[in-house]
């Protein structure tokens, strides 16, 4: 017989097995009547001899059948049934999962889409950046003339690219807009192995100086501005005053390091200033695709000989500079890693309280099915195949909550990347796919396993005879010794959450606290794309930032503004060597830093620093007037503890400018991160901004930033600025518009983004336990109403009851909160990514310890006090009538 | 609880008292239970029932076949007769039963060591 038809048959065939049985024993029956025994006792004896008929048939049947498969689906169907007479019980403990795995999975979605998944390029775990590094940075951007050098000797890459982030004022075609671009080499897109939509890339002749202006643009831009034209190719895109002729589109969807670019022109006709300066490091970045067999210590090592070789060929540019590989994929995924992995680590967390409540409620409903498993056992069931139905029915109960839970982790997941955006990169790639699905999946069912798991054993060592019998209430201590351990552990795990939160939360409160050292308020910041045709030599750009800025001014409302080309804590910004009077250093790579700032004469006064010696910029310090420059308290501290600092001159820069004289130290701004104490560079310099030479003006005046003092809004002002603007020229478009408060709030992100999460799975876990703590003691308050009532009637007061019941949970929490303690505090420790993150708080401030744990016990109270209420209503007469 | 195992003599001993029985003369599920019960003296207290899950395993391994028809008492039974492969596999089954008999019987003599 095919198996086919043995399962076809099969239903015709069980029947026949019934009936045959049932006829065996009636034949027995008549048989033993026909002997003279009465008919009931022939009846029982003819069963007794027979057998357990119910199991011989169960048998008989699994004979025929495919057995863990069929056992399975009427486990299943039995599983639902189950589930189906018990609405508010499943409810709940499908709430219950859905929490924990509808928050893992965002979580994991987010880890999954930010750090497992690979880039989207051809082979891209063989892309990698090559950049430079020097004793003091372990990354500088790469000198454009070391790059076409390892360009032409490498032999660790199949192909290598450089590029460089460089916005873009478009003005033709549709109204002028700042976009963003990038200035890269030819064989870019080839090295990343990415196939352009429409066109091509650039020719090497037009990646060099005097080739012809050609861009690629984005798909966004040829949607908006070509109507997705098939014929763009050849037409205009006219950037910076220039006419570009569009060689190729980008495919939708594409895009390359932080930012999504819009333009891409060739590298080789940016400004000569940077490419032909071998000593400039100035934004350019490389990378290359490693030949196939050669490994990134192989590609390190080769290009550590090469550029040896090139510092003994060009001493003074590149002396003391080396070499630093790194996987493409590092650098995308920046230091994001540890703090994600942080929150997966604590969102798992959520998961194991909430495997605990519904542990915990399963344990309490397999107390109350114990007569079930008792009878079931009694008639012949195996054990495995019980404690298989109770893990069936818990894995059943686990993905009803996973498909529950994959609804909020979609809504989980688009607010945790609209939480804090701008921090996350490859946040587009973030999204439920198919790995994402497949770890609700396995997650779900491992928790149904786990927490089916308790109950399962109970129903193991089930004694059919024991609970068989009337009346009695079984032996539960084992039993509260399950709940009770399952309670504190949900409580360790909440305060250790609550723990990392409220740490999170103290640095938030001391990071507003941090004086930035400039008046925070009533100032906007904004960028102006001041127009071509003002800008063509640098005399005329001067006069025209001049005479933007006084326009500005004029403004009713505005009280100062003026331009500076770093604006602190926006993450612009960096850094320069420099040298005190006539102490040149013999290598600028290794040489002292500063940071920079280029502005205007009235900055200081607009952005509230205070001038603590000496003089600020006036506009009469011009680059027809004697050199100057400014330093802030630190640099004053460091490097003129002992002598008057307006006695000595400055020289700063890979081409230096100076020595020019310090005219006046100013108190010292914020300029990286708020309460940023590290060793990075703290000394800050300031530098006129009409005093910049002529070369530097078309590179520099483009990067500045209006910083404007208003009391009034920035909603209510802008438009009036926008309109001045517009008035100049119409060509000037106006972006990038923040209050100096969002700057300031944004760069606290790093801090905010695990703070604001690492709460809400906090808030969650303390959701669950208080749920899980009153549904034990309230399973407990049902259990001892017997106990109540007897303590009543032998002369216990009302009080005397609650205080049992709440002392109860209380013990219970405190274990949980003791445990938790020391837990928090090891983890705090351990996880070095976590005291990372921390500012003005130590990772085991004792404050927030108490705090939280007094959090803790007051919910537990809290939740304590229904059953409590309950308790204490305990009628002695209904306990002693029941005995 | 009871074990199964403890139920039949060793694996495979039902079977082939079954398939003895049923080679002589093809009987139902209950003249077949009193005849091994009475031929056996009563000696193997088998239960009854024990003897349905193996006559469904020798139906599944083709060893027997079954026919409905009506019984001496007028009864519908399920009549099992054994197959050609039914007799091979008892042929087989018995001669490695006695050699294994044989064996046994040559470890539990006594004393010629």
Same mark, same amino acid.
């Given at each position: 017989?095919?198996?086919?038809?043995?399962?076809?048959?099969?239903?015709?065939?069980?029947?026949?097995?019934?009936?045959?049985?049932?006829?065996?024993?009636?034949?027995?029956?008549?048989?033993?009547?026909?002997?003279?025994?009465?008919?009931?006792?022939?009846?029982?004896?003819?069963?007794?001899?027979?057998?357990?008929?119910?199991?011989?048939?169960?048998?008989?049947?699994?004979?025929?059948?495919?057995?863990?498969?069929?056992?399975?689906?009427?486990?299943?169907?039995?599983?639902?049934?189950?589930?189906?007479?018990?609405?508010?019980?499943?409810?709940?403990?499908?709430?219950?999962?859905?929490?924990?795995?509808?928050?893992?999975?965002?979580?994991?979605?987010?880890?999954?889409?930010?750090?497992?998944?690979?880039?989207?390029?051809?082979?891209?775990?063989?892309?990698?950046?090559?950049?430079?590094?020097?004793?003091?940075?372990?990354?500088?951007?790469?000198?454009?003339?070391?790059?076409?050098?390892?360009?032409?000797?490498?032999?660790?890459?199949?192909?290598?690219?450089?590029?460089?982030?460089?916005?873009?004022?478009?003005?033709?075609?549709?109204?002028?807009?700042?976009?963003?671009?990038?200035?890269?080499?030819?064989?870019?897109?080839?090295?990343?192995?990415?196939?352009?939509?429409?066109?091509?890339?650039?020719?090497?002749?037009?990646?060099?100086?005097?080739?012809?202006?050609?861009?690629?643009?984005?798909?966004?831009?040829?949607?908006?501005?070509?109507?997705?034209?098939?014929?763009?190719?050849?037409?205009?895109?006219?950037?910076?005053?220039?006419?570009?002729?569009?060689?190729?589109?980008?495919?939708?969807?594409?895009?390359?390091?932080?930012?999504?670019?819009?333009?891409?022109?060739?590298?080789?006709?940016?400004?000569?200033?940077?490419?032909?300066?071998?000593?400039?490091?100035?934004?350019?970045?490389?990378?290359?695709?490693?030949?196939?067999?050669?490994?990134?210590?192989?590609?390190?090592?080769?290009?550590?000989?090469?550029?040896?070789?090139?510092?003994?060929?060009?001493?003074?540019?590149?002396?003391?500079?080396?070499?630093?590989?790194?996987?493409?994929?590092?650098?995308?995924?920046?230091?994001?890693?540890?703090?994600?992995?942080?929150?997966?680590?604590?969102?798992?967390?959520?998961?194991?309280?909430?495997?605990?409540?519904?542990?915990?409620?399963?344990?309490?409903?397999?107390?109350?099915?114990?007569?079930?498993?008792?009878?079931?056992?009694?008639?012949?069931?195996?054990?495995?195949?019980?404690?298989?139905?109770?893990?069936?029915?818990?894995?059943?109960?686990?993905?009803?909550?996973?498909?529950?839970?994959?609804?909020?982790?979609?809504?989980?997941?688009?607010?945790?990347?609209?939480?804090?955006?701008?921090?996350?990169?490859?946040?587009?790639?973030?999204?439920?796919?198919?790995?994402?699905?497949?770890?609700?999946?396995?997650?779900?069912?491992?928790?149904?396993?786990?927490?089916?798991?308790?109950?399962?054993?109970?129903?193991?060592?089930?004694?059919?005879?024991?609970?068989?019998?009337?009346?009695?209430?079984?032996?539960?201590?084992?039993?509260?010794?399950?709940?009770?351990?399952?309670?504190?552990?949900?409580?360790?795990?909440?305060?250790?959450?609550?723990?990392?939160?409220?740490?999170?939360?103290?640095?938030?409160?001391?990071?507003?606290?941090?004086?930035?050292?400039?008046?925070?308020?009533?100032?906007?910041?904004?960028?102006?794309?001041?127009?071509?045709?003002?800008?063509?030599?640098?005399?005329?750009?001067?006069?025209?930032?001049?005479?933007?800025?006084?326009?500005?001014?004029?403004?009713?409302?505005?009280?100062?503004?003026?331009?500076?080309?770093?604006?602190?804590?926006?993450?612009?910004?960096?850094?320069?060597?420099?040298?005190?009077?006539?102490?040149?250093?013999?290598?600028?790579?290794?040489?002292?830093?500063?940071?920079?700032?280029?502005?205007?004469?009235?900055?200081?006064?607009?952005?509230?620093?205070?001038?603590?010696?000496?003089?600020?910029?006036?506009?009469?310090?011009?680059?027809?007037?004697?050199?100057?420059?400014?330093?802030?308290?630190?640099?004053?501290?460091?490097?003129?503890?002992?002598?008057?600092?307006?006695?000595?001159?400055?020289?700063?820069?890979?081409?230096?400018?100076?020595?020019?004289?310090?005219?006046?130290?100013?108190?010292?701004?914020?300029?990286?991160?708020?309460?940023?104490?590290?060793?990075?560079?703290?000394?800050?310099?300031?530098?006129?901004?009409?005093?910049?030479?002529?070369?530097?003006?078309?590179?520099?005046?483009?990067?500045?930033?209006?910083?404007?003092?208003?009391?009034?809004?920035?909603?209510?002002?802008?438009?009036?600025?926008?309109?001045?603007?517009?008035?100049?020229?119409?060509?000037?478009?106006?972006?990038?518009?923040?209050?100096?408060?969002?700057?300031?709030?944004?760069?606290?992100?790093?801090?905010?983004?695990?703070?604001?999460?690492?709460?809400?799975?906090?808030?969650?876990?303390?959701?669950?336990?208080?749920?899980?703590?009153?549904?034990?003691?309230?399973?407990?308050?049902?259990?001892?109403?017997?106990?109540?009532?007897?303590?009543?009637?032998?002369?216990?007061?009302?009080?005397?009851?609650?205080?049992?019941?709440?002392?109860?949970?209380?013990?219970?929490?405190?274990?949980?909160?003791?445990?938790?303690?020391?837990?928090?505090?090891?983890?705090?420790?351990?996880?070095?990514?976590?005291?990372?993150?921390?500012?003005?708080?130590?990772?085991?401030?004792?404050?927030?310890?108490?705090?939280?744990?007094?959090?803790?016990?007051?919910?537990?109270?809290?939740?304590?006090?229904?059953?409590?209420?309950?308790?204490?209503?305990?009628?002695?007469?209904?306990?002693?009538?029941?005995? | 609880?009871?074990?199964?195992?403890?139920?039949?003599?060793?694996?495979?001993?039902?079977?082939?008292?079954?398939?003895?029985?049923?080679?002589?003369?093809?009987?139902?599920?209950?003249?077949?239970?009193?005849? /091994?019960?009475?031929?056996?003296?009563?000696?193997?207290?088998?239960?009854?029932?024990?003897?349905?899950?193996?006559?469904?395993?020798?139906?599944?391994?083709?060893?027997?076949?079954?026919?409905?028809?009506?019984?001496?008492?007028?009864?519908?039974?399920? /009549?099992?007769?054994?197959?050609?492969?039914?007799?091979?596999?008892?042929?087989?089954?018995?001669?490695?039963?006695?050699?294994?008999?044989?064996? /046994?019987?040559?470890?539990?003599?006594?004393?010629?060591?």
């Amino acid at each position: 017989m095919s198996w086919l038809k043995q399962l076809f048959s099969r239903r015709r065939f069980y029947g026949e097995l019934s009936l045959e049985i049932r006829e065996h024993i009636n034949e027995r029956i008549e048989e033993l009547v026909a002997e003279g025994m009465p008919k009931k006792e022939a009846a029982a004896a003819a069963r007794r001899e027979f057998g357990n008929m119910t199991l011989i048939e169960e048998d008989s049947r699994a004979i025929w059948q495919w057995p863990t498969v069929e056992s399975f689906l009427s486990d299943l169907r039995y599983g639902v049934r189950m589930l189906r007479t018990s609405p508010g019980f499943t409810a709940v403990a499908v709430l219950t999962v859905a929490l924990g795995i509808g928050a893992n999975t965002a979580m994991f979605s987010v880890v999954e889409g930010v750090l497992l998944s690979p880039l989207q390029y051809f082979q891209p775990d063989r892309l990698v950046m090559v950049w430079e590094n020097n004793p003091r940075f372990p990354r500088v951007w790469v000198s454009y003339p070391n790059f076409l050098d390892w360009q032409r000797t490498a032999r660790s890459f199949q192909q290598m690219a450089a590029g460089m982030e460089q916005g873009v004022d478009l003005t033709a075609p549709g109204t002028p807009e700042h976009l963003n671009g990038e200035e890269i080499s030819s064989g870019f897109f080839r090295t990343l192995g990415v196939e352009l939509a429409l066109g091509r890339e650039f020719f090497p002749q037009e990646d060099q100086r005097g080739g012809s202006p050609v861009a690629i643009i984005s798909n966004r831009l040829w949607r908006n501005r070509f109507d997705t034209n098939p014929e763009v190719l050849g037409k205009y895109v006219t950037l910076d005053g220039v006419d570009f002729t569009v060689v190729g589109v980008v495919p939708s969807g594409f895009s390359f390091g932080h930012q999504y670019a819009d333009v891409y022109t060739p590298l080789g006709r940016s400004d000569p200033l940077i490419l032909n300066d071998r000593a400039a490091h100035d934004g350019i970045f490389t990378l290359a695709r490693l030949q196939p067999g050669v490994t990134l210590a192989q590609s390190q090592a080769e290009m550590s000989t090469i550029q040896n070789g090139l510092d003994q060929l060009y001493p003074d540019a590149n002396r003391d500079l080396g070499i630093y590989t790194e996987p493409l994929k590092q650098v995308v995924v920046g230091n994001v890693d540890r703090t994600l992995l942080l929150l997966l680590g604590a969102v798992g967390f959520v998961l194991m309280i909430a495997c605990a409540n519904v542990a915990n409620l399963l344990l309490a409903r397999s107390a109350a099915r114990t007569r079930e498993f008792a009878i079931r056992s009694a008639l012949g069931a195996n054990r495995l195949r019980l404690v298989r139905q109770v893990l069936t029915e818990s894995v059943l109960l686990s993905l009803a909550g996973a498909g529950l839970g994959l609804l909020i982790a979609t809504w989980g997941v688009r607010s945790v990347v609209a939480a804090v955006p701008g921090i996350l990169p490859r946040s587009e790639n973030i999204g439920l796919n198919a790995p994402v699905l497949l770890f609700t999946l396995g997650a779900s069912i491992t928790v149904g396993i786990l927490f089916g798991l308790a109950p399962a054993l109970r129903s193991w060592k089930a004694d059919p005879q024991a609970s068989l019998k009337e009346g009695v209430r079984g032996s539960t201590s084992a039993h509260h010794h399950a709940h009770n351990s399952l309670v504190i552990v949900q409580m360790a795990l909440t305060l250790v959450l609550l723990v990392g939160a409220g740490l999170l939360f103290q640095t938030m409160r001391h990071l507003w606290d941090v004086n930035p050292g400039f008046d925070v308020q009533h100032l906007i910041t904004f960028k102006v794309g001041v127009s071509h045709a003002l800008t063509k030599t640098p005399s005329s750009t001067r006069v025209a930032y001049q005479q933007l800025i006084g326009r500005i001014r004029q403004i009713p409302g505005v009280q100062a503004a003026d331009f500076t080309d770093t604006v602190p804590l926006s993450g612009q910004g960096g850094t320069m060597p420099f040298w005190i009077d006539s102490q040149k250093p013999a290598s600028l790579q290794g040489a002292p830093r500063l940071a920079m700032f280029l502005t205007g004469p009235d900055y200081l006064r607009t952005m509230g620093i205070p001038l603590l010696q000496g003089r600020f910029f006036t506009p009469e310090d011009t680059t027809k007037s004697p050199c100057v420059m400014v330093i802030d308290s630190i640099f004053a501290h460091i490097y003129f503890p002992d002598s008057d600092p307006l006695d000595h001159t400055l020289s700063a820069g890979f081409s230096p400018v100076g020595p020019c004289r310090i005219v006046g130290v100013v108190g010292h701004v914020e300029q990286w991160a708020l309460g940023d104490s590290s060793a990075y560079i703290q000394n800050l310099a300031y530098f006129p901004l009409y005093q910049d030479p002529d070369q530097w003006v078309p590179l520099n005046y483009p990067e500045t930033t209006v910083v404007v003092r208003t009391a009034l809004d920035a909603a209510a002002i802008m438009p009036t600025i926008k309109a001045t603007v517009y008035g100049a020229s119409s060509d000037q478009p106006v972006y990038n518009i923040r209050t100096m408060q969002q700057i300031v709030w944004e760069s606290m992100s790093s801090q905010r983004f695990p703070m604001i999460l690492l709460g809400t799975f906090a808030g969650l876990a303390l959701l669950l336990a208080s749920i899980g703590i009153y549904g034990v003691i309230s399973y407990s308050v049902t259990q001892r109403v017997h106990e109540f009532g007897i303590r009543v009637a032998l002369g216990a007061g009302k009080q005397g009851i609650f205080r049992l019941v709440v002392g109860q949970g209380l013990r219970l929490a405190l274990a949980g909160l003791a445990i938790g303690a020391a837990a928090a505090l090891m983890l705090t420790r351990l996880l070095s990514s976590f005291s990372h993150l921390l500012y003005g708080v130590g990772a085991s401030d004792p404050l927030t310890i108490v705090a939280v744990s007094l959090v803790l016990a007051g919910v537990t109270i809290l939740a304590c006090y229904i059953p409590a209420r309950r308790a204490m209503r305990a009628d002695p007469m209904v306990a002693l009538r029941h005995e | 609880m009871k074990t199964r195992e403890q139920r039949d003599l060793f694996p495979g001993a039902l079977e082939m008292m079954i398939l003895r029985t049923l080679k002589r003369q093809p009987l139902h599920g209950y003249a077949l239970a009193q005849h /091994i019960k009475r031929t056996s003296n009563d000696l193997l207290q088998i239960e009854e029932g024990s003897l349905y899950p193996a006559l469904q395993r020798l139906l599944k391994e083709e060893l027997l076949k079954a026919e409905w028809g009506i019984s001496s008492t007028n009864r519908r039974v399920r /009549i099992y007769k054994v197959t050609a492969a039914g007799a091979k596999h008892l042929e087989h089954e018995v001669s490695r039963f006695e050699k294994m008999l044989d064996g /046994i019987t040559r470890v539990l003599a006594p004393g010629e060591s």
